[in-house]
């Protein structure tokens, strides 16, 4: 089975149900409020435990509740959580998520412990950075701790995908060294400073991406509209599978571990897509970030029921 190793952020959820956003200075009545385990980091290792990877998590909570749901989350997928480490100095990091009855949301995150996951933390954890199979990162550490997990994954033979999520300057940085670039269409175009309006901008935005360093291919997540695969062969587009949303909170997440899944079981990029593309599908349809990820039996079943 192929080693996966995930580098990233651990956050609590803090959900308020809404019918709609609240415009600026607009107070509006919640319909509910919720608590979850999330984070992007612990999506991708919860969704790729579930469907039956081999996944170890590197990341950093603080000493307190939240860290414990998060680790009882993360331990009940069967994540691997030697390198979840824990600073008493700092809370672990939440998010405050507004979601509207369509679907939409509004998130805005308070980082906490995962910014104190400095590069010097993974230094106990090379071994682990060399042996991997697939490696996974995202923004939401250090844009330097990302860079020394990159380098030493790809001198190691690792693949490196890279979740380039919320795009924080200095992210350019880490596009040669990743093997997979995954940035949805507002990344994409702060990445590259072209417009993304239409599939042919989005398009010469992936394939400006691709020319600035060795990646093999930009895979540009779409929302309700899909996803897109910019190869240097050419692009292949991707309808969404069509699905009534509740909450879109983990979709990306579940697109990434969905895709790294089906690439470690050996299939290829483009049909791997496809399965990330109805995991997303289902994570959709629930409400909460890591309820909302699949098993593998889970997973087996809706993609049964889609081909019908």
């Given at each position: 089975?192929?080693?996966?190793?995930?580098?990233?952020s651990l956050?609590?959820?803090l959900?308020?149900?809404?019918?709609?956003?609240?415009?600026?200075?607009?107070?509006?009545?919640?319909?509910?409020?919720?608590?979850?385990?999330?984070?992007?980091?612990?999506?991708?290792?919860v969704?790729?435990?579930?469907?039956?990877?081999?996944?170890?998590?590197?990341?950093?909570?603080?000493?307190?509740?939240?860290?414990?749901?998060?680790?009882?989350?993360?331990e009940?997928?069967g994540?691997r959580?030697?390198g979840?480490?824990?600073?008493?100095?700092?809370?672990?990091?939440?998010?405050?998520?507004?979601?509207?009855?369509?679907?939409?949301?509004?998130?805005?995150?308070?980082?906490?412990?995962?910014?104190?996951?400095?590069?010097?933390d993974?230094?106990?954890?090379?071994?682990?950075?060399?042996?991997?199979?697939f490696?996974?990162?995202?923004?939401?550490?250090?844009?330097?701790?990302?860079?020394?997990?990159?380098?030493?994954?790809?001198?190691?033979?690792?693949?490196?995908l890279?979740?380039?999520?919320?795009?924080?300057?200095?992210?350019?940085?880490?596009?040669?060294?990743?093997?997979?670039i995954?940035?949805?269409?507002?990344?994409?175009?702060?990445?590259?400073?072209?417009p993304?309006?239409?599939?042919?901008q989005?398009?010469?935005?992936?394939?400006?991406?691709l020319?600035?360093?060795g990646?093999?291919?930009?895979?540009?997540?779409?929302?309700?509209?899909?996803?897109?695969?910019?190869?240097?062969k050419?692009?292949?587009?991707?309808?969404?599978?069509?699905?009534?949303?509740?909450?879109?909170?983990?979709a990306?997440?579940a697109?990434?571990?969905?895709?790294?899944?089906?690439?470690?079981?050996?299939?290829?990029?483009?049909?791997?897509?496809?399965?990330?593309?109805?995991?997303?599908?289902?994570?959709?349809?629930?409400?909460?970030?890591?309820?909302?990820?699949?098993?593998?039996?889970?997973?087996?079943?809706?993609?049964?029921?889609?081909?019908?």
């Amino acid at each position: 089975m192929k080693k996966i190793l995930v580098v990233g952020s651990l956050n609590v959820d803090l959900v308020v149900c809404t019918p709609a956003l609240p415009r600026e200075g607009q107070t509006i009545l919640g319909r509910s409020f919720d608590k979850f385990p999330g984070g992007k980091g612990a999506n991708q290792s919860v969704a790729l435990a579930r469907l039956g990877a081999h996944v170890t998590h590197i990341g950093k909570v603080g000493l307190d509740d939240h860290a414990r749901l998060l680790r009882k989350s993360l331990e009940e997928a069967g994540v691997r959580l030697n390198g979840l480490l824990e600073d008493s100095s700092v809370q672990t990091g939440v998010a405050f998520i507004q979601l509207a009855d369509e679907g939409a949301n509004t998130i805005v995150v308070i980082p906490g412990a995962n910014m104190r996951l400095l590069p010097s933390d993974l230094d106990p954890f090379i071994p682990f950075l060399r042996q991997a199979d697939f490696i996974a990162i995202q923004n939401e550490i250090p844009l330097e701790t990302n860079l020394k997990a990159a380098r030493i994954g790809r001198e190691g033979g690792a693949t490196v995908l890279y979740n380039p999520a919320p795009y924080r300057e200095g992210s350019d940085q880490i596009c040669p060294l990743a093997h997979l670039i995954i940035p949805n269409e507002i990344e994409l175009s702060e990445l590259t400073g072209l417009p993304v309006t239409t599939d042919e901008q989005i398009e010469s935005a992936a394939g400006k991406l691709l020319e600035k360093g060795g990646a093999e291919a930009v895979i540009v997540t779409l929302g309700a509209r899909g996803s897109m695969v910019k190869e240097r062969k050419g692009s292949t587009f991707f309808p969404a599978v069509k699905v009534k949303a509740v909450d879109t909170t983990a979709a990306g997440d579940a697109f990434i571990a969905g895709m790294i899944w089906s690439l470690s079981e050996g299939k290829t990029l483009i049909d791997s897509v496809r399965v990330a593309n109805q995991v997303a599908a289902y994570a959709v349809t629930i409400l909460g970030a890591q309820p909302s990820l699949p098993t593998r039996e889970q997973f087996e079943r809706f993609s049964a029921q889609l081909k019908k």
